[in-house]
């Protein structure tokens, strides 16, 4: 009777799961692919517009390891990976350094533990390069492809930088996308040399140190920048035979000024400008002379351009200059291309007196009849107005009335200008049509 009773039971056991499997199944449709366009279209859409890219960008910055667990579940051996290190506490308890060293992780089973980021750092490349190869689809303007361009290089030179500490030489893939359905074949690649893995790294952090900022608002703490190179890290980092001058004049750079409001650069009573020339010698020390081979004087150029605005309008009285928008606050002290310009994304800063321009930033004189800031000029580093749309905000007397007018650096033909170092740029009002702001 008890056996019969059990039986029972057990049928009925049966039949209920049965029916609940049959039930949970009815709702399955598996040739239905909806949600994998819907995946597709929605990676697509990362690349349409700034704020999407920006983000996604950030994103792949989450596959980093965190270097603060040096301990417990550290990305590398870390400090436990000694001989001498001992702990009362069981290796397997997060302790991987002295796992390690005690066997009990190798080369076949480290793909359990924190130490294995192999695959990790390949996602943050390959992210890294969908993000170059695409981001022009996102029409962006020149500060945020500049800011996309720099994080990118930093983040995938940085991915490089960890497999090197991890797993030493590495297989470089460049800007290579690879496709996910080949054969394996396909994927056999070898690994670079160790002096060709360390080379990438340092070129794609140099590249990325080009647009990136010099230093960052306190709101983005934990961003990376670029760092004011002083004399002290220059000397640190020359390394005779390695060190190119190329390096040296793009990281030597000149004291930042402060964000906005700041003032003009090098106008103090007792402040100099900053000049440079490149003299080529055979030999540094007592006796080396700075001068030209024929013993004449070297031809310094400033590290600045000088800004004077004149007025000849007669229907208009020019009282100075109230803020400079958008410039540099630091630049290189010696440029070894001429025609080029450091990048400044996210290094700019406003000049004027204060936050409010009570005062004119420069008052102007009367100097031969006119208006001019001949004695009061402004200084200001190389930049590309166009890009970072600098400009002067000028304020003068018209019929009678104190009025501020907004004035755009371009040439005669009205087309924007650059500024570069060791130049004098006036700008003359010839006339002014009417009331401004």
Known sequence: MKKYILHRSINLFIVFLGILTTGGFTSCNFLRVDDYFDDTMKFDSIFTKYEYLVQYMWGTSDQFPDESRILTDPVTPGPMATDEAFSSQNPEHGLRGLSYILGTINADNIGNYSMNIWSSMYKVIRKCNYILARKGEAHMNTIQDEEITGYTHMMRGYAYYNLIQSYGPCIILGDDILPNNELPETYNYSRSTYDECVDYCCNELELAAKYMPIDLNPTFFGRPSRGVFNESQLTEKLIEGTTTLATACTNLLTEPASTSPARIPFSGVDETIPMSYLLEVDKVDNTTKIEKSDGSSLMLLRAVAKIVVVNEASNFELEGVSAVANVPRQGQLHNLIPASIMGNAG??????????????????????????????????YETNTQTYSTYLIIQGIYETKSYYYKMAIVDKDLNYMNIYRNHAYTFTIKKVHGRAA
């Open 347 to 380: 290094n700019l800063t406003n000049y004027q007196y204060d936050a409010s321009c009570s005062l004119p930033l420069v008052s102007a004189e009367t100097i031969t009849n006119k208006q001019s800031t001949e004695n009061s000029p402004i200084y200001i």
